[in-house]
């Protein structure tokens, strides 16, 4: 058996894939429910994810997996509509006739801008169209120095560095220009006309996750069982321990179970792998406080909105500007997220009402009209780690699939320090680490001897 840590997208991935070579998998889950990050909560319609997700055009392997789960028909592409919260005032910033009218740019600054996202080059006046194919290039290059140098200080001032700011806080300096250029090339072709099309599973991303579950099999996912021990013998991962809730009705009873195990793929975060194998990861990680509300009507009429101003929260998504909200039983569903550096942090420290009245407060600060009497429902969602720092040098820093030489043969890491989550983490890229750990098991039991080799079920279905 292959013990799979991790009932979140990488896990289940990393299971169908095995599956489809025909090892016999078992997923672990600590939580009573599959989906990790991408878990979802209930409405008056379809179901909505705790943290607002949407696909950009250049994730495949998400798309291919949604194709062959049979859910292809369901997957949309609206244009996820942006605009900027500046002053006082709402600025669309989707087309080019609403980016030529926004204040905040210089023409010269926007001219810079529109450069850069086309990745070309016009230092010194002389476009060059190679200088951004080498990030490697740019990963000791902090983000300030680059854009005062290849755009102006005004797209740093007044475009960036909210951006920034409100993407990593407190360690916005620490991040590298290879990321931000990384992040610049992740995003898919824009509608030039219209805006950006993203993509979004209509019924929720917990559908994928229910067909996965549905592939893979309930009998082999155990929920509500966190796996605590990994044992290795003869420098080979041999066992793993699970410990679980009696009261959980899981089918393990309760109590302590150790399982022998051929192979094992850790789908979770990097302490997990570092408290199970003695791995250390030096990539930091930032949490997320994010709440979603139900309110009657909508507060503006975009998607995604980055505050300038001074608020509470990052940005406000209001996810039925993208989903109309007639899949939602009619309900307008408003995601309000912060990101947060450390525990100490205010936000993180209250309680999940007093962020409420914080955000409500804030929403009522940058939108007067706003009134609290027509919110339904609000809940909020806390992790402490949701998304790496990707500071200069990350690349280094991330987790190889197969920790063979690095800790012991059958170990492999799918969580989301591995490369595939890199230049933003996403379901597409724990999709790609689950795939990635799969085949690098089939590889490494085509070329180990048979004594060894993963055992793979009979062809009468044993084994
Ligand atoms: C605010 C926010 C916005 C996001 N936006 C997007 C987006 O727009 N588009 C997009 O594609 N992605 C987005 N993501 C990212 C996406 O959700 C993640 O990349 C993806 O869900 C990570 O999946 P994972 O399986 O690697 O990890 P996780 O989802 O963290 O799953 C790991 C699982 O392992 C379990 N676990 C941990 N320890 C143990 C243990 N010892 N034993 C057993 N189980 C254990 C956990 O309970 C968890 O269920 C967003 C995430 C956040 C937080």
């Known amino acids: 058996m292959i013990g799979i840590v991790g009932g979140g997208i990488a896990g289940l991935a990393a299971a169908y894939a095995l599956q489809q070579r025909g090892y016999v998998v078992q997923v672990f889950e600590a939580t009573d429910q599959v989906g990790g990050l991408a878990a979802t909560y209930e409405t008056a319609g379809d179901r909505i994810e705790k943290f607002y997700h949407h696909l950009s055009a250049s994730e495949e392997t998400i798309v291919s997996l949604i194709e062959e789960l049979g859910l292809g028909d369901d997957l949309a592409w609206p244009i996820g509509k942006n605009a900027y919260y500046m002053d006082g005032t709402v600025y669309p910033l989707d087309t080019p006739w609403e980016i030529a009218a926004y204040p905040y740019l210089s023409f010269y600054d926007k001219f810079r801008l529109t450069m850069l996202t086309q990745e070309i080059d016009v230092r010194g006046g002389v476009p060059k169209f190679d200088t951004y194919d080498d990030l490697e290039a740019f990963e000791d290059v902090p983000i300030k120095d680059f854009l005062y140098e290849y755009t102006t200080a005004g797209v740093y001032e007044n475009f960036f560095d909210p951006l920034l700011e409100a993407k990593f806080g407190s360690r916005k300096e620490d991040v590298s220009a290879a990321w931000l250029l990384g992040r610049i090339k992740f995003r898919g072709e ?9 993509g979004y599973l209509r019924g929720g991303f917990g559908r994928l996750l229910d067909r996965l579950v549905d592939a893979v099999g309930e009998e082999n996912i155990t929920t509500g069982t966190r796996v605590t021990d990994l044992d290795f013998s003869g420098g080979r991962v041999s066992a793993l321990t699970v410990e679980s809730d009696a009261e959980k009705g899981n089918g393990i009873g309760g109590g302590r179970e150790t399982h ?14 570092e408290d199970l194998s003695g791995y250390e990861c030096a990539i930091d990680f930032q949490g997320t406080v994010c709440s979603v509300l139900s309110v009657e009507e909508s507060l503006t009429d975009t998607y995604w909105l980055n505050i300038g101003d001074d608020a509470p929260f990052g940005a406000l998504i209001e996810h039925t500007n993208f989903i109309p909200p007639k899949y939602y039983g009619g309900e307008h569903l408003l995601y ?9 942090e205010a936000v993180w420290q209250m309680d999940d009402e007093d962020v409420e009245e914080l955000w409500l407060s804030g929403i009522e600060a940058l939108f007067p009209s706003f ?45 989301m320090a591995s490369r595939a989550q890199y230049p933003e983490r996403s379901l597409d890229g724990g999709i790609e680490a689950g795939f990635a750990c799969a085949d690098r098991i089939a590889t490494s039991a085509a070329t180990e001897t048979p004594t060894t080799s993963p055992q793979r079920p009979q062809a009468d279905g044993s084994g």
């Open 260 to 273: 022998a195990i051929e192979a094992c793929v850790v789908a979770a975060m990097p302490n997990v792998l």
């Open 371 to 415: 009134d609290r009497a027509a919110v339904n429902w609000i809940e909020t969602a806390r992790n402490p780690r949701t998304a790496p720092i990707y500071e200069r040098g990350y690349l280094e820093m991330v987790i190889p699939y197969d920790l063979s030489t690095e800790v012991a043969e059958g170990l492999y890491y799918a969580g």
């Open 190 to 198: 824009r509608d030039l006309l219209r805006g950006e099309p993203l």
């Open 336 to 344: 309000v997220p912060k990101y947060v550096q450390s525990p100490e």
